[in-house]
């Protein structure tokens, strides 16, 4: 199965580092570490949302899913710098546990260090560069704001991470969703506010073509219990890497 | 209970005021008074129980002295009981080892450093038929002390039983078995929060009905006193705990009096004389309270809260050792004057590893002055009616009904431990404690105050023997498992382990297929995954922050913060659960600029070395409170290698022996290492000294 060597795993978390500490030169220490715009560089995926909303847990599900297709994965998980004293405590590692003697996983956590958006900086170097270590890159920003959606700029594929709760017409107006490719609903199983929303979700936010010709699909998940985590893989993510492949 | 007020002697006090008044009054207010003793504290032996579950108490039985004992293999346990009972032990107590406690086999690499260290080693039923070889089970009570996968433990000790040829009935004893403290304060966890409470009421019902005279669940305050709780948290979130699998064994359709006669409890006692002994008297209290008036339940034994006391590891010093037999003479008085109904007295060299023969026998020997020499057992709860004992009774039984009514507004004890709300509880209590001994508020003889820099660690010769006699555990103990699985049949195994799972699925009682299944000698470790395939595994997976002001972090770090944000990962080392520490540094270290990553409970070396690895940290904080540290240390160093990563600075401390530590410091070259006691400022200090010394960052004024 496809791993990621001891080697290239140090090589490309100090990487990550150099980006970090200087990003004004991001762009210079790509060019001499010779990471490109190679075609066969890994798909990226973005999932934001409210903090508390499940990011982490999500991606926690979806690793052991991935790698069952033999995916190489990076995660890169961002949380929170704190303004007043500039250090910040990295633990969305922890919901990853599960992977973390997987050799085809590589999980790094990131501050934000003052980037605005829930996102941190050299974000774009750093999943550049992590997308030529793997097949798939999977960036959870911090605990974002209503409109924190900056990071569908960055990525291939931007998923929305969204608790059942209020009405999805609020939702709508609040642009959470707008650029989304994916649309994941974390529910609760056995509540029936849940499975309405969801069912709302899916006509109001379902289907909607965007720019890449895409057509948004809504999933109902349950994180905390890994339930729904394929479909939301194989008929979300690695669809949309397809699609988009066949249309490059 | 008379009808009169006599038993005070009071009736002949208040003569002069009954006298003024009228045959009406004077009645009623006779009645008021007998109601208030009767209702608040009632006579020994009736209730509400604060004076004692029996009227006679120690007049007519003394405590049993239940010595904790176990290390190394099951055979070397089974001597130091033996030893215990040559030297007028009145009962057993179990010690297990850490990877035992966590349901692992000591072949897997989270068991490294760890086999045979704090308790003994068992992997199959063949370690617990060494354990009581020669020992007369049905007749001797023994105690168990394990909770996650206690009811394959029990189960196993039932298998012994049945080919020994002693009915099941006749088996006297206690599992811990306390799975929600586990989750609260200890962290010796296996299933998710819910499977967990089940597992431990299918031992409930399966001793319902097999075997009657064993206490399948003792519901446990000492760990999270020793957590760092106060006594009132401790009271509060016991008692709950304990309702909690009361409400739960009614659910599954039994009968209280079935079930609660054998329920007992387990509490600290601390350094607070009088405190604690109001506090033994106020579970007394509540316990009858809520059994009677919240589950309606008249039958007096199923009101009853027999005790099991043990005087307070965390309250013994490393520094001048010897001083420990007396801290632990005084709590044991205060658990016999508490009413306690059976005591283990800690060993003065407890502070450093599982207590030595001769500290063990000091600690036995504490209990028999006392209960022979002092002759406080002549009377039967002396120190009732005091006003000072009486009023911290009361206060500490109204503080902790305050806190068990939160924790039932939270949605009951499970829903309360998911959201960690006592674990948060604790922990802020925990860091308050510590900043009252770091300011000299709490006093501790020898530490904060009366100094002796002379003093040595004590003779800790005897106790480096000891160790050094267990470096060799791991590697007997592994071989004693690869024997036990060459001879057994793997068939029966896989059959075992199949209809467990099935069993498991089905929701149905585990019990009498965990017995089939430790019949076959499948390990604790197979055990334990099999249901973990059907019910999955807990994680604690959040950092509980200990919530200091910014004000208090900068008392500590004077307003020094690092040059830029360095990276360090926090970790702890093997299968211990002590955390407080780690979490203290957390929010320290970010309060000064740093990036803490924290890898969570129960990493592997090799897991905590590929995750410094990917997180490119400048610095590792290694804490290993139980386990070899040279191990932890060395496996993590040859792990980093694999990456050409030694260069990451290892730090870090816990409990590290003398001798250890020279090795690690000199041998290793890992460092600066950090004992238990040392404040908060000092480890930022010496880590900037560290950090700066390789150029990573420098400690500056912000």
Not at chain 1, 146 to 172: E, N, R, S, W, Y
Not at chain 2, 21 to 41: A, C, H, N, V
Not at chain 2, 110 to 134: H, K, N, P, R
Not at chain 2, 243 to 270: C, N, Q
Request: hydrophobic share 40%; charged share 25%.
């Amino acid at each position: 199965m496809a791993v990621i060597s001891n080697e290239q795993r140090s090589r490309l978390a100090r990487l990550i580092s150099l980006l970090q500490d200087s990003p004004s030169t991001a762009a210079e220490i790509l060019f001499n570490e010779g990471i490109g715009l190679a075609a066969d560089r890994a798909h990226v995926v973005g999932a934001s949302g409210v903090a508390g909303v499940g990011k982490s847990t999500l991606i926690a599900q979806m690793l052991p899913v991935l790698r069952k297709k033999g995916v190489r994965v990076v995660v890169l998980a961002i949380d929170p710098t704190s303004d007043i004293s500039s250090g910040a405590l990295l633990g969305d590692r922890i919901r990853m546990r599960d992977s973390y003697m997987d050799d085809g996983v590589f999980i790094r956590s990131l501050g934000t260090r003052g980037a605005p958006d829930a996102l941190t900086v050299a974000l774009p170097a750093i999943a550049s560069a992590s997308a030529t270590f793997c097949d798939v890159v999977l960036v959870e920003t911090a605990g974002a704001g209503q409109v924190d959606v900056a990071i569908h700029k960055f990525v291939d594929t931007f998923i929305t991470v969204l608790a059942p709760l209020g009405d999805v017409i609020t939702l709508m107006k609040s642009g959470q969703t707008e650029h989304a490719h994916i649309v994941a609903v974390n529910v609760r199983k056995g509540l029936s506010e849940s499975e309405q929303f969801v069912e709302q979700a899916r006509i109001l936010l379902g289907n909607d073509e965007l720019e890449d010709g895409w057509k948004r699909q809504v999933f109902a998940i349950d994180a905390k219990h890994g339930d729904g985590i394929e479909p939301l893989i194989y008929d979300g993510i690695l669809s949309h890497r397809d699609a988009q492949k066949n249309r490059n | 209970m008379p009808e009169d007020i006599g038993f005070l002697g009071l009736e002949e006090f208040l003569e002069p005021l009954l006298g003024m008044l009228d045959e009406d009054s004077r009645k009623s207010f006779t009645k008021f008074l007998s109601e208030f003793y009767k209702g608040q504290i009632g006579d020994p032996g009736e209730f509400p129980f604060t004076r004692g579950i029996y009227p006679t108490m120690y007049r007519g039985r003394k405590p049993t002295i239940r010595q904790f004992a176990g290390h190394g293999l099951a055979t070397d346990t089974n001597d130091r009981f033996k030893t215990i009972l040559r030297l007028g032990g009145t009962g057993l107590s179990t010690a297990f080892d850490l990877p035992t406690l966590m349901g692992r086999d000591s072949n897997e690499p989270i068991s490294e450093g760890q086999v045979g260290w704090d308790g003994a080693a068992v992997d199959t039923l063949a370690d617990m038929e060494d354990l009581f070889d020669d020992i007369p089970i049905g007749e001797i009570t023994v105690s168990m002390t394990v909770n996650g996968p206690a009811a394959i433990f029990l189960a196993m000790y039932f298998a012994l039983a049945k080919k020994r040829g002693i009915p099941l009935e006749d088996l006297g004893g206690t599992t811990q078995n306390d799975i929600l403290k586990e989750y609260i304060a200890q962290k010796e966890w296996l299933f998710p929060v819910d499977k967990g409470v089940k597992l431990v009421v299918d031992t409930m019902e399966f001793c319902a009905e097999n075997a009657p005279k064993w206490h399948p669940v003792s519901i446990s305050g000492y760990h999270i006193r020793e957590a760092g709780a106060n006594a009132v948290q401790e009271l509060a979130y016991t008692i709950a705990d304990g309702a909690w699998y009361v409400s739960k064994a009614i659910e599954r359709g039994m009968e209280v009096t079935e079930f609660a006669p054998r329920l007992s409890f387990f509490f600290d006692v601390h350094n607070n004389f009088f405190e604690e002994i109001a506090k033994l008297r106020a579970a007394r209290r509540l316990w009858a309270r809520i059994m009677r008036e919240g589950f309606g339940v008249t039958d007096v034994r199923s009101q009853w809260c027999r005790i099991h006391a043990q005087t307070s590891g965390v309250s013994l010093t490393r520094k001048e050792p010897m001083n420990n037999i007396v801290r632990v003479a005084l709590q044991c008085l205060a658990a016999m004057l508490g009413g306690a109904q059976s005591i283990h007295t800690n060993s003065y060299d407890e502070v450093f590893s599982t207590p030595t023969e001769k500290a063990l026998k000091i600690a036995m020997r504490t209990q028999q002055i006392v209960q022979e020499e002092s002759e406080i057992t002549n009377w039967v709860d002396p120190l009732g009616g005091s006003w000072l004992v009486e009023s911290i009774t009361d206060r500490l039984e109204r503080d902790a009904w305050e806190e068990i009514e939160s924790i039932e507004r939270l949605g009951g004890m499970e829903a309360a431990v998911e959201s960690y709300y006592p674990q948060r509880s604790i922990h802020a209590n925990a860091v308050h404690d510590q900043k009252d001994v770091e300011s000299g508020d709490r006093k501790i003889v020898g530490v904060n105050i009366f100094q002796d820099s002379d003093a040595d660690e004590g003779n800790l010769e005897d106790l480096m023997e000891e160790i050094a006699g267990r470096r060799g555990f791991e590697q007997r103990q592994i071989e004693r498992l690869e024997s036990v699985k060459a001879k057994r049949s793997d068939e029966d195994v896989v059959r075992g382990l199949d209809s467990l799972r099935e069993v498991a699925s089905s929701g149905e009682n585990v019990m009498p297929a965990l017995i089939d299944a430790v019949s076959t000698y499948a390990t604790v470790g197979e055990i334990s995954k099999a249901l973990q395939q059907v019910w999955g595994e807990y994680q604690e997976r959040d950092v509980i922050s200990p919530g200091l002001s910014s004000q208090e972090l900068r008392n500590v770090t004077q307003g020094k913060r690092f040059s830029k944000p360095v990276r360090i990962l926090l970790a702890k080392g093997g299968l211990d659960g002590h955390t407080r520490g780690i979490w203290i540094l957390a929010d320290l270290l970010r309060s000064m600029g740093a990036e803490v990553i924290y890898a969570g409970l129960h990493c592997s070396m090799q897991e905590v070395a590929k995750a410094a690895v990917e997180e490119d940290v400048d610095a590792i904080g290694l804490s290993c409170h139980i386990g070899s540290p040279t191990v932890f240390y060395g496996r993590l160093q040859e792990e980093l290698k694999k990456y050409e990563r030694d260069d990451i600075l290892i730090t870090g401390g816990g409990i590290i022996l003398p001798d250890d530590k020279i090795v690690l410091e000199e041998q290793l070259g890992v460092g600066p290492l950090f004992l238990p006691d040392t404040p908060l400022h000092e480890i930022v200090e010496r880590l900037g000294e560290a950090l700066a010394k390789k150029k990573i960052a420098f400690l500056v004024d912000g």
